[in-house]
């Protein structure tokens, strides 16, 4: 770690980009050594603004973990912003950290980066070899885009701009919203919501049986500040130029049955889990190969039911806020 090396992190109030300040701060940099900007104080899809704040901060590293997000509901109804915003700020902040000097970027993506029909567990070199989840296209196309923007300066420039695609994450910070939010959240909020009304059951979609894999957000985090600072030599051993993005995933998975019975057993809720068959199930099965990552020395650390227990924890506070 350059323990006085300015850090830019963009998106810091977002749940991975806080998650990144919490790990930078407790690895020992100096709070004052980390650049933060509200989206009130900088537009990132404002190409001039982010010229003149980097041209004003000279930060020596980027962690590139703005981006709009959301679930299938807010993909499917807003993808010109997803592609948009998303395709924007990525544009602007790789650009701009290239014209001002700024040697190491790191690029956060998204497992929606693989074809919908990807063999199980999926490899980095699925990237681009099929076709995309159509609800989620828009998003999946920018991050791609973001992919190959650090890739073709790191080629053309001899920069050193690295990209981690996360699987599902969940953990302090999180979207609790009932229509825009992802699976953990919306299902911490539904059975906490039946737990309080004493409703007698919680219906979910689907069947229950297909099998997902979540990854607590501080151990992103971490996996984060890891790979950036792996020494160039380390990083490229496991990489290829055009093929350099790794995988961060915990390693397993679990059915959404058993998502849901230990999401109920961290509320305590009492009542009954039913499911709805005659809903879709979405693809029977997304797990991330980490092997690239597990070789470069990294693993999870946080279980599911541990950080289920943070984050619904973190669920309270924010209603009590």
Not at 3 to 12: C, P, W
Not at 57 to 77: F, S
Not at 102 to 113: A, E, H, N, R, Y
Request: aromatic share 8%.
């Amino acid at each position: 770690m350059e323990r006085n090396a300015r850090i830019f992190v963009a998106g810091h109030r977002g749940m991975v980009g806080s998650a990144i300040v919490r790990t930078l701060l407790t690895q020992g940099v100096d709070g004052k050594c980390i650049i933060t900007r509200a989206h009130a104080e900088l537009d990132l899809t404002d190409q001039c603004a982010v010229n003149e704040f980097f041209a004003k901060e000279t930060p020596d590293q980027v962690y590139l973990a703005a981006a709009k997000v959301g679930g299938i509901h807010a993909n499917n109804t807003y993808p010109a912003e997803f592609i948009y915003q998303n395709l924007m700020m990525q544009a602007n902040v790789i650009h701009a950290a290239h014209v001002h000097g700024v040697q190491k970027l790191l690029f956060l993506g998204s497992s929606c980066i693989y074809p919908k029909l990807a063999a199980q567990p999926m490899s980095e070199d699925a990237l681009l070899s099929g076709k995309l989840e159509p609800t989620n296209e828009p998003y999946a196309v920018a991050k791609i885009a973001g992919i190959k923007l650090c890739e073709s300066y790191n080629r053309q420039y001899g920069r050193d701009y690295r990209s981690v695609m996360p699987t599902n994450l969940y953990g302090p910070g999180d979207n609790y919203h009932p229509e825009n939010s992802h699976v953990i959240p919306a299902l911490l909020r539904r059975f906490h919501e039946a737990k309080v009304a004493h409703a007698p059951e919680v219906a979910i979609w689907g069947s229950g049986t297909p099998r997902r894999e979540f990854l607590y957000v501080d151990d992103m985090a971490a996996a984060s500040v890891f790979v950036m600072q792996l020494a160039p030599h380390e990083y490229a051993a496991q990489v290829q130029p055009q093929l350099s993005h790794i995988n961060v995933g915990y390693g397993s998975d679990v059915t959404i049955a058993e998502l849901a019975a230990t999401v109920a057993r961290v509320v305590n809720y009492q009542g009954r889990i039913t499911f709805d068959a005659s809903k879709p199930d979405g693809a029977p099965r997304k797990l991330m190969d980490s092997g690239r990552l597990i070789a470069m020395g990294w693993r999870a650390r946080v279980d599911l039911e541990q950080g289920l227990q943070q984050a619904y924890e973190d669920m309270l506070a924010s209603q009590r806020a």
